[in-house]
T-cell receptor
């Protein structure tokens, strides 16, 4: 079945530091890959996505590149802000083509803390 | 943009009672909605896929008689936790497939914190 593995936190950084959150996946078929962000007390918001190999998703200074050869989708940001503090989830969907459910498979989430 | 409204945001109920959670797509039609459960400091686990006009598809290990799902229209899916027990306390989140705008994407509700006492 499908699975997503991401680095566990919490990850604590100082403001303006460089951020990398690693994410690797296992899937049958050709999945789409997503990063979602969850702020305290809120639901999930789509941060960025990529639907095929070598695609780069980007939004709000965050970016991630779909690497089929390494089955990875690492999230990066050049200069983080306090307001980026949240939980970040890597996820995949194969649209049911892998024989599983048509919903998303999530990683465990990475809690990011940015200190002033 | 696509919006999914989930209600209530918080509910406290007594053991043995039932609780209904609503998930509405406000500005788009959703033939498919998804229900997830999130335990503290853990990831979201897909519970079931809700299909408009047909029976829901449940993931392995999810009791369909306990977690009743109804998707009666293109904009509304409901999850009813029947005969709730303290171990059902969790954060439940719905999601709808949105085929407009960004194309292949999922929009999430803001979640429901269920506490069974």
């Amino acid at each position: 079945g499908n699975s997503v593995t991401q680095m566990e936190g919490p990850v604590t950084l100082s403001e303006e530091a460089f951020l990398t959150i690693n994410c690797t996946y296992t899937a049958t078929g050709y999945p789409s890959l997503f990063w979602y962000v969850q702020y305290p007390g809120e639901g999930l918001q789509l941060l960025l996505k990529a639907t095929k190999a070598d695609d780069k998703g980007s939004n709000k200074g965050f970016e991630a590149t779909y690497r089929k050869e390494t089955t990875s989708f690492h999230l990066e940001k050049g200069s983080v802000q306090v307001s980026d503090s949240a939980v970040y989830f890597c996820a995949l969907s194969d649209g049911g083509s892998g024989g599983g459910a048509d919903g998303l498979t999530f990683g465990k989430g990475t809690h990011l803390i940015i200190q002033p | 943009g696509a919006v999914v409204s989930q209600h209530p945001s918080r509910v406290i109920c007594k053991s043995g009672t039932s609780v209904k959670i609503e998930c509405r797509s406000l500005d788009f039609q959703a033939t498919t909605m998804f229900w997830y459960r999130q335990f503290p400091k853990q990831s979201l686990m897909l519970m079931a896929t809700s299909n408009e006009g047909s029976k829901a598809t449940y993931e392995q290990g999810v009791e369909k008689d306990k977690f009743l799902i109804n998707h009666a229209s293109l904009t509304l899916s409901t999850l009813t936790v029947t005969s709730a027990h303290p171990e059902d306390s969790s954060f439940y989140i719905c999601s709808a497939r949105n085929l407009r705008g960004m194309g292949y994407g999922y929009t999430f509700g803001s979640g429901t914190r269920l506490t069974v006492v």
